[in-house]
């Protein structure tokens, strides 16, 4: 591997969000080997900021990508690196064919897998179908996502990791302190960090809520994160008459926090990557709850490192919820820590970081 040649390097996301979360710190490594990186999302901190419209077919995408193609055609990068679905799909799209970049995807998670709805799976394959032609190098972060690259054969070469990696981070607020503020005292507290959306399927937890709380009355259920479907869960909340023990804090910096002062965590995701809030909860030596989706199934060993259900099965989620809060079932303890070991940052970076190089520089 070649790594003493400076190579100008586009490192790009939908948003600084997402760069900001897990990716400084790979950043950090290219550019301390001797590479020029510069980044391309929408956001403050950005090289080149662009306004990505979420929805994957917006006309506002039109502009976006003629910005961008400017942009490649200006800056001459030797290597494009790129994370999340929509920016992969429309920097490749507006990439030119001849001269190009190498084009390194790193998939987060696939959103056409088993796990949606059919006709959309077949749309955005052939979306990216679209797209494979100007796609060297795929790296995937779980088994389904690794399997489904290579039945397609989306990239020339695909691999295998860890994910970025995720830490359990340093206690900012004390968890009883969270537990006062927030209803928690002398309750049975669950709760999920994400984004509020349709595929974190909060709406399912909600709903799970209201039928939970005859048998487990002291149930407290708090949601940490914004996003678009926030408005929608609230008035979902009030209509079920759930809005006292169902809690919305809002995005939070302190969220491994609300974490370490949970009782059960839980998810309800359709579909996932490598799931970060996970991964702390496995660090703060949380039971977890969650759907028996890709990204959740690589992460817990059902009845060692925590609990599955079948995706949308509610009978299921509220029976093993009792079963958690009466005491009848547990996870190890050992397992908890080895399936968080596994996929914490200090253990993955390396490796990811030797991947990220050898799909950017290896011919």
Not at 50 to 79: G, M, Q, Y
Not at 171 to 194: I, Q, Y
Not at 275 to 299: M, Q, W, Y
Not at 336 to 349: L, N, P, R
Request: proline share 4%; hydrophobic share 40%; charged share 30%.
């Amino acid at each position: 591997m070649k790594m003493t040649e400076n190579k100008k390097i586009l490192y790009a996301a939908s948003n600084m969000r997402h760069i900001n979360n897990f990716h400084l710190e790979y950043i950090a490594a290219l550019r301390d080997m001797g590479h020029t990186v510069k980044v391309m999302a929408s956001g403050e901190g950005a090289d080149f900021d662009i306004p990505f419209e979420k929805k994957l077919f917006s006309p506002k995408n039109t502009a976006c990508r003629k910005k961008i193609r400017k942009i490649l055609l200006d800056e001459r990068f030797d290597v494009i690196i790129l994370n999340t679905s929509l920016a992969a799909f429309h920097i490749r799209f507006a990439c030119p064919r001849k001269k190009r970049p190498k084009i390194v995807n790193i998939v987060h998670g696939y959103l056409f897998s088993e796990d949606v709805n059919p006709i959309k799976r077949h749309l955005l394959l052939f979306v990216e179908r679209l797209v494979r032609g100007k796609t060297d190098v795929i790296i995937t972060m779980n088994e389904a996502d690794y399997a489904i690259a290579t039945k397609h054969r989306l990239a020339k070469k695909v691999y295998r990791s860890r994910g970025m990696g995720a830490v359990a981070r340093p206690v900012k607020t004390p968890p009883e302190a969270l537990r006062t503020e927030f209803l928690g005292d002398g309750r049975f507290v669950m709760s999920f960090v994400g984004e509020l959306s349709a595929r974190k399927n909060q709406q399912f937890l909600i709903r799970a809520h209201k039928r939970l709380l005859p048998d487990v009355p002291e149930a407290l259920l708090w949601l940490i994160g914004e996003g678009g479907e926030g408005d929608r869960l609230r008035e979902l909340a009030r209509e079920l008459g759930v809005s006292e023990s169902v809690i919305f804090t809002g995005s939070r910096s302190d969220a491994c926090d609300f974490i370490r002062a949970t009782d059960l965590y839980v998810s309800a995701s359709s579909i996932e990557g490598m799931p970060f809030n996970l991964i702390e909860a496995l660090g703060c030596g949380r039971t977890v709850l969650a759907s028996r989706v890709k990204g959740h199934t690589d992460l817990i060993a059902n009845g060692e490192s925590g609990f599955l259900y079948d995706c949308g099965d509610m009978d299921g989620y509220l029976r093993q919820v009792v079963e958690i809060y009466r005491g009848q079932k547990a996870p190890i303890a050992e397992k908890i820590a080895e399936s968080y070991e596994k996929y914490e940052k200090h253990s993955v970076f390396p490796e990811t970081l030797g991947i990220i190089t050898e799909a950017a520089f290896n011919d």
